[in-house]
């Protein structure tokens, strides 16, 4: 069937298809293809709903003609987010972190009694990579007394920030995480039909979400962090856009402290101050 045939039937247009995507690349940096036009439609349906409009031309006209998208932006941002996510995803990060970053930070005296470890999950989707860094940094405190940490997790989907927040998981997802980390971190539903875990209240307690998106031209985050975790985002950016995130983000990491990336992606070729050190790890120099 053709393109026009699917537009006459109330489907989103090539136009209108256009004007979403060359806004959401414009706000968050990702790059949405045609390949992904019936995607973007089947997720932006339920606003349709929300809103009583009839069709996706409407929903256009109300985002683009009607002075709408100041309002609705966030909710199409959650809708065409990817948000794959797992406890203890590229689990050499954290053998590394547990091995070698945290073991040296404590050695250059970076780990001080009275000053927490600052750690940063920059695309925190529904808490899964911060609460693993979590165990892992709450496991490294009780064998190191004196020593604190507290966790900043940040995305740009509102909706999986408030799942973080909860941090209730199904109990199939937290299958990666040693079973000994599991025992002491993880509550299980009370009703075992539910099949659902909670992280413990004084984990919980440790990790601040918040809503960031990594477009924006500055911060609000300290900038002293120990540890940066910015992994398989930059995949959905284009080079400069690429350059530009990284560069902001090295400047919220202190000398000497950790940058991990996902294991697909790269600082070669925009001139950061940091050094390899790992597989897709990398320490700030300056």
């Known amino acids: 069937m053709s393109s026009a045939v ?8 090539s136009r209108d298809f256009s004007r979403l995507a060359q806004f959401i690349e414009g706000y968050s940096g990702i790059k949405i293809p045609p390949t992904k036009k019936s995607m973007v439609e089947g997720r ?21 003609d009607q002075n709408g998208l100041e309002a609705e932006a966030v909710y199409v941002i959650d809708a065409v987010s990817t948000n794959k996510t797992d406890f203890f995803r590229e ?18 005296q970076m ?3 009275g000053r927490p470890i600052k750690a940063w999950s920059a695309a925190s989707s529904i808490g899964a990579e911060a609460y693993t860094i979590a165990m892992v940094l709450a496991d ?5 007394r004196g020593v604190d940490f507290s966790i900043f997790a940040t995305d740009i989907c509102t909706e999986v920030l408030q799942q973080g927040v909860r941090a209730i998981y199904a109990a199939d997802m937290v299958e990666p995480i040693p079973k000994d980390l599991r025992h002491r971190y993880l509550l299980r539903a009370r009703d075992a039909q539910r099949q659902e875990v909670r992280v413990v209240p004084k984990l919980r307690a440790k990790v601040k979400f918040s809503h960031l998106n990594l477009m924006d031209d500055t911060y609000a985050m300290p900038r002293d962090m120990d540890l940066v975790f910015c992994r398989n985002v930059l995949i959905y950016f284009d080079k400069p856009t690429q350059g530009k995130v990284l560069s902001r983000l090295c400047s919220h990491l202190r000398p000497g402290g950790y940058l991990f990336l996902g294991h697909s992606e790269t600082l070669s070729g925009h001139g950061l101050p940091v050094r390899q050190v790992g597989n897709a790890v990398f320490v700030k120099t300056e």
């Not at 349906?45 to 031309?57: E, I, N, Y």
């Not at 050499?92 to 404590?106: D, K, V």
């Not at 490294?140 to 190191?144: A, I, L, P, S």
Request: hydrophobic share 45%; charged share 25%.
């Open 44 to 64: 932006l349906r339920r606003r349709l709903r929300a809103l009583g409009l009839a069709d996706m031309t409407d929903y256009c006209r109300y985002l683009f």
């Open 140 to 144: 490294f405190v009780e064998k190191n």
């Open 6 to 13: 699917i537009d006459s039937m109330g489907g989103l247009k």
């Open 91 to 108: 689990p050499q990060h954290f053998h590394f972190l547990t091995a070698q970053a945290l073991p040296e930070l404590l050695r250059h």
């Open 111 to 113: 780990i001080v009694s």
